[in-house]
């Protein structure tokens, strides 16, 4: 069974970095048909994909976010993490990973809250 489990503080302030990691078991992620995704859900809003990592380690944006988000992954512990940068208040909502195949989310972590506040 497929299990992702995000972890990182709940609490940020304004123009510091988020650091969240995703911690992957039942999976590995370096298998070859899969990528690995961070999205967000803003209160009211769409789901927003904010980007992932291929099994090779290559990393996809949102041009959205590009200049503030950075994935990186550590293959010894299945785990892929992101940052994102000069946070705002705009940032506080649930973070989610997630696994992709070339159809789907097929699997997707709990959501973490993160809040933005001073």
């Known amino acids: 069974q497929v299990q992702l489990q995000e972890s990182g503080p709940g609490l940020v302030k304004p123009s510091q970095t988020l650091s969240h990691t995703c911690t992957v078991s039942g999976s590995s992620i370096t298998i070859s048909k899969f990528n690995w995704n961070w999205i967000r859900q803003p209160p009211g809003k769409e789901l927003e994909w904010m980007g992932a990592i291929a099994h090779d380690g290559k990393t996809y944006y949102n041009p959205s976010f590009s200049s503030r988000t950075s994935i990186s992954r550590d293959t010894s512990k299945d785990q892929f993490s992101l940052q994102l940068t000069s946070t705002t208040p705009e940032d506080t909502t649930v973070y989610y990973c997630?696994?992709?195949?070339?159809?789907?989310?097929?699997?997707w972590g709990k959501g973490t809250l993160v809040t933005v506040s001073p």
């Open positions: 997630a696994r992709s195949n070339n159809r789907s989310f097929d699997n």
